[in-house]
């Protein structure tokens, strides 16, 4: 590891509450130990771009509780090729970077994970989704803030809700992975989580409005993954407008507010120890590998268990939504 002098870190794919915390842990942790630290601008594209620069202890200063990335991300086309990598790794050449930490979800380590095939780089990956669904890992980075996030906007349109007696049917992110939908429904203590991993199992819009709307009940909320097996909120609306005329319903999109935000207190901690496993990972000779959380002990993750896999949702939570929502 006497090879390893820079440590090059990057923010990848779409951004995630916390994602600040995590460079700022890598770039502490790399200067604590002795290694200088570069920090990437938008991602691959700033590695293809050469938009580099040093980063010293205070340039992670007061950054912890913002949300986004203050390295910003982009998408780049120019990496999906062989050209643009190689570019990549003649930049990182001339900045004298050695190894990678990359934080970012599926996409962006699955990028890394070929990057460090063809160029034989020793890469981390640390995991920063909203969505909590990369494999080998119980937690990303971002998923707890977007999940107080739907909480405190659901909690909102309850009041409504009530008031006019209405179906609303609230769209999430989480486009394979449903994990928001359903912990989220449970958060808020709505009648239905709609998702797409038992679609074809359950007609799980007939199921809210026979259970939904019976007895005192006067209005409901279902939170709809986005998804095209769900058909999101409006395919779900369309639905009952069809279906179930006689039931106003009214359809709210969170979007991108699931994405902003002060990270909560678990996504910092988590991602301050992410981060800093990424750098005992690199003088431990570890390389192409993703640190997880594993019953909240940080684990090394290879990246071909953790990125492409399914991430399975517990489907008791189901039931336990089913029987609470009466």
Request: net charge neutral; glycine share 10%; with cysteine.
């Amino acid at each position: 590891m006497a090879a390893i002098k820079t440590i090059g870190v990057l923010t990848s794919g779409g951004d995630a509450p916390g994602m600040n915390a995590a460079i700022r842990a890598v770039t502490r942790s790399a200067i604590f130990n002795g290694f200088k630290v570069k920090g990437i601008y938008r991602g691959y594209k700033g590695l293809v771009d050469d938009e580099i620069v040093d980063l010293q202890t205070q340039s992670v200063s007061g950054i912890m509780h913002h949300g986004g990335t203050i390295l910003k991300t982009a998408r780049c086309k120019e990496f999906m090729t062989v050209e643009g990598r190689k570019q990549a790794y003649e930049n990182m050449k001339k900045h004298d970077i050695d190894a990678l930490v990359v934080i970012g979800g599926d996409g962006s380590l699955s990028g890394a994970q070929q990057f460090a095939k063809e160029f034989d780089i020793p890469i981390v990956g640390i995991p920063g989704t909203i969505d909590n669904d990369l494999s080998g890992t119980d937690h990303t980075i971002g998923y707890d803030t977007a999940l107080n996030t739907i909480m405190w906007c659901v909690d909102r349109i309850r009041d409504t809700a009530s008031s006019h007696e209405r179906l609303f049917i609230i769209e999430v992110m989480g486009r394979e992975s449903s994990f928001l939908a359903l912990n989220g429904a449970l958060a808020s203590g709505a009648e239905a989580a709609i998702i797409p991993e038992i679609a074809s199992k359950v007609d799980q819009l007939s199921e809210l409005i026979q259970s939904g709307f019976r007895k005192s009940k006067n209005s409901s909320i279902a939170l709809v993954a986005e998804s095209p097996v769900t058909g999101g909120a409006m395919g779900v609306a369309e639905r009952v407008k069809k279906e179930f005329p006689q039931y106003n319903v009214r359809v709210t999109i969170l979007g991108h507010l699931q994405r902003g935000g002060s990270p909560t207190a678990q996504d910092r901690i988590l991602a301050s120890r992410m981060g800093a496993a990424a750098i005992d990972a690199l003088m431990e000779g570890q390389r192409n590998i993703m640190i997880g959380d594993d019953d909240e002990k940080m684990i090394y993750v290879p990246f071909s268990k953790a990125i492409r896999h399914t991430k399975t949702i517990d489907t008791d939570l189901l039931d336990v939504l089913h029987r609470l929502s009466i």
